[in-house]
């Protein structure tokens, strides 16, 4: 007996109807969601620092057809998520997905110059208030302002899913507790309909998590390619799909899940490779 089809293939991620707010959405892999979502039908509301930067991602979003508003705003402000939601609320409408994307890298590795002994205050703070408290701040406003049917995507990183030598202290430990914040949210908010999920993206090229610029030098690409089973950095075109996945219907069972989208990264043991 064959399975009847209820939805259309397309159907699966189809966005139209929805008010979809993505934080850190001015650069990168918030950018390129942004742009994936309004391709699929959603009004987008780009969130980040940088009010020009914001702007010319809602510019570019509406060339090509879709509808975006922007709005600067720092998650690791106390308070700015929750101001800026109730912003969109009142002036836009009630958003029904919240992606907690931003994030910082926080300096360098110890296989650089981030040595435990050496790394400094000033950059744990910074790190634990974007990536840590900033998420915890986006994802509790989005938990006020969500109806039932609501979506909430976290943006975390495979250094959350095991150690990571590459990237800094402060990195590994935030992007791991993002992750049980992640499944203990998904567990309170499910009997109110909401599904909370993350997303754990490998090494993604095209981005300017590193040092502020989207172009990376052939010896640190290769460097990162060869910690890949499938001998490459991510493009920001493969992030899209996994992105999508997650805040439409094709994953309309699915909460508490991390989703590596890591060219098979944590699948990796020693004796692998
Ligand atoms: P990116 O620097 O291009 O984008 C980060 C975005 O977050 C930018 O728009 C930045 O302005 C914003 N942001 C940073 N601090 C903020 C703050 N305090 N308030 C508001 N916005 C803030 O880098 P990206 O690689 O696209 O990073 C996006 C997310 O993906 C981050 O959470 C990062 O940790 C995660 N990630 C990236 C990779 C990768 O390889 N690029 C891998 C795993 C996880």
Known sequence: MSTQLQTAPADLFDLHGDLVVVT??????????????AAAGATVIVLGRSESRVADVVSGIASAGGTAHG???????????????????EEIGRPTVV???????????????????????AEWDE????????????VRAAARVLDR???????????????????SYAYVATKAAILNFVRQTALELA???????????????????????????????????STIPLGRMG????????MLFLVSPASAFVTGAILAVDGGAVALSHTAF
């Open 24 to 37: 850190g959405a001015s650069s990168g892999i918030g950018q390129a969601a942004a742009e994936m979502y």
């Open 71 to 89: 709005f600067a705003v720092d998650v690791s402000v106390r308070g700015a998520v929750d101001a800026v939601l109730g912003r969109i609320v």
């Open 99 to 121: 992606v907690a994307n931003a994030g910082i890298a926080g300096g360098a590795s110890y296989l650089a110059d981030g040595r435990l002994a050496d790394y400094s205050d």
């Open 127 to 138: 790190v634990v208030a974007t990536n840590l408290t900033g998420t915890f701040e986006t």
């Open 149 to 167: 049917g609501g979506r909430i995507l976290v943006t975390a990183s495979t250094a959350g899913m095991r150690t990571d030598p590459m990237v």
């Open 191 to 225: 009997p109110r309909g909401i599904r909370v999920n993350a997303i754990a993206p490998g090494p993604f090229k095209g981005t300017r998590i590193g040092d502020g610029k989207t172009e990376i030098s052939p010896e640190f690409e290769a460097e990162w390619a």
């Open 235 to 242: 493009t920001m075109p493969e992030i899209q799909g996994p």
